[in-house]
DNA sequence: CTTTTTTATATGAAAATGAATACAACTACT
DNA sequence: AGTAGTTGTATTCATTTTCATATAAAAAAG
């Protein structure tokens, strides 16, 4: 496993490029997989962003699911109609919506967190522990700068 | 510029979820800049992809930018009408069509190219040239894998 | 050679998406 | 409090995307 790899062309050393190919083909397989299942993958990545916080409002939501906000409206209404998820006015804010997982939708998405860590593990297993977290933490650290 | 941020919940220890969000993040703002000059990121996508190619054939094309074949078909055609770009029959293989960038492409997407090299230095600007290296090489290494 | 299978592209109908906007609720000023 | 500006979500409608399929050419099999 080397890691050192010459760029070639343009699009060989540009960064966003680089980003894109390497998420689509990462996700890629998954996503036929749980398509192959019948669930879309807007489905499980609303899923898995609910899957370990107690409720999130649908800014919030779409923050981490990076839809723009007429899609995940729609989709989270159509979640809701399926017992996916919960959407109740907030208290606090009475123009917000929390959205909070089902406890249907927990059942699934456990099953859906058990398969995409087992297909990281895949992904990753020709590399070092080292060099996955190098790796995952120069993304994390690439996310927080950018974000401000 | 520390490399090393810790995880605090599944999503952000998950290699897909990283690699989807830096790549929105990293593209997003530069999107919008073309998009205020009327462009299209699918344009772009495109334009960029054969900028330093003679000429790819639609399948080829496909894989560098990642769409869905008959999303591609139609933008190429609606292109060609714009003068962006040239097709023909492919002599070797007839059922294939070989897709060139015209002058007229070649002007946009100099200028474009140019614009998407500035943003990439500005998003990398606090890191070494090591970092920066180190970073690519890795994501270069992961498609490569990715692509057997 | 035929026949069968695979590959490359195009197209039409249906679904998903997104820009613009509407509306209601919150915030900040005065 | 009252007004002006802002924010959070929903909805509309035009556009884009995609699934399924068609067609034609190449490759493989017989």
């Given at each position: 496993m080397t890691l050192m790899i010459k760029p070639i062309d343009f699009i060989d050393d540009y960064l966003a490029y680089l980003l894109a190919r390497s998420s689509h083909l990462v996700s890629e397989q998954f996503h036929r997989q749980i398509q192959a299942q019948g669930w879309s993958t807007n489905y499980w990545r609303i899923l898995a962003s609910l899957s370990d916080v107690e409720a999130l409002t649908l800014t919030q939501l779409n923050q981490r699911v990076l839809f723009k906000q007429p899609t995940l409206s729609k989709l989270v209404v159509k979640m809701e109609a399926e017992q996916l998820l919960v959407r109740h006015k907030d208290?606090?804010?009475?123009?917000s919506v929390k959205i909070a997982i089902s406890a249907t939708g927990r059942t699934l998405v456990a099953d859906l967190l058990a398969q995409a860590k087992a297909h990281e593990a895949k992904v990753l297993e020709d590399y070092s522990e080292e060099q996955q977290q190098l790796l995952k933490s120069m993304l994390r650290g690439l996310v927080v700068h950018l974000q401000e």
């Open positions: 208290d606090a804010d009475k123009r």
